[in-house]
């Protein structure tokens, strides 16, 4: 494999890699946000749901192709959504 090729492939695996770690954690603030406040009142049901099925879709996809980042991203993921998702159900079912 050329050098050019090899290092484009490095470069995408990077920016992807990138990308998966950012979204991925991006729902850590919402979580602990959710556990400390004992609410989720401002979340929506409907959203996480459609998002948190995507997610499985996406971890389905990664499974499908043998992926690593696309299957370990999506898994840490849907933990997450779906944690909220239940401190929601939880917090919102007390009211």
């Not at 946000?33 to 996480?48: G, N, T, Y």
């Not at 948190?52 to 933990?79: D, Q």
């Amino acid at each position: 494999m050329p050098f050019s090729n090899l290092f484009s492939r490095w470069a995408t695996n990077g920016v992807g890699s990138i990308a998966a770690i950012c979204t991925t954690i991006s729902f850590l603030p919402q979580l602990i946000r959710v556990w400390q406040r004992k609410s989720a009142k401002d979340i929506s049901l409907s959203m996480f749901l459609l998002f948190s099925f995507g997610v499985a879709c996406w971890l389905m996809y990664g499974l499908g192709i043998h992926s690593t980042p696309i299957i370990a991203a999506n898994a840490v993921t849907l933990a997450l959504a779906l944690t909220i998702l239940t401190l929601k159900l939880r917090y919102d079912g007390r009211q």
